[in-house]
């Protein structure tokens, strides 16, 4: 069946970094778009960042372009997420999401920006 992990997540202050990880199974990875959501309290779940399955094409919110960086190993049947220069705004719980023939998502991993 499919599983998406996510790890990396933590408290990190204003201005810091985060490489948020997603190991995936149960599929083949390299043909499912992959995406990061994320969703803060008392807020709707948005899409952070996506890469395209065959392409690597990537797209952002506008939001996070410029700090985040979206990137899959299709070796790995990993999916990474790197964030820098983070801001309070940025807290919430991240998700991975794989598109392919459904849409699943893994468990969330929390990140916390605070000084």
């Known amino acids: 069946q499919v599983q998406l992990v996510e790890s990396g997540g933590g408290l990190v202050q204003p201005g810091g970094s985060l490489r948020l990880s997603c190991a995936a199974s149960g599929f083949t990875f390299s043909r499912a778009v992959m995406r990061w959501y994320r969703q803060a309290p008392g807020k709707e779940r948005e899409l952070v960042a996506l890469i395209a399955s065959t392409t690597g094409l990537t797209d952002y919110a506008d939001s996070v372009k410029g700090r985040f960086t979206i990137s899959r190993d299709n070796a790995k049947n990993t999916v990474y997420l790197q964030m820098n220069s983070l801001k309070p705004e940025d807290t919430a719980v991240y998700y991975c999401?794989?598109?392919?023939?459904?849409?699943?998502w893994g468990q969330g991993t929390q990140v916390t920006v605070s000084s």
């Open positions: 999401n794989a598109l392919i023939s459904g849409n699943y």
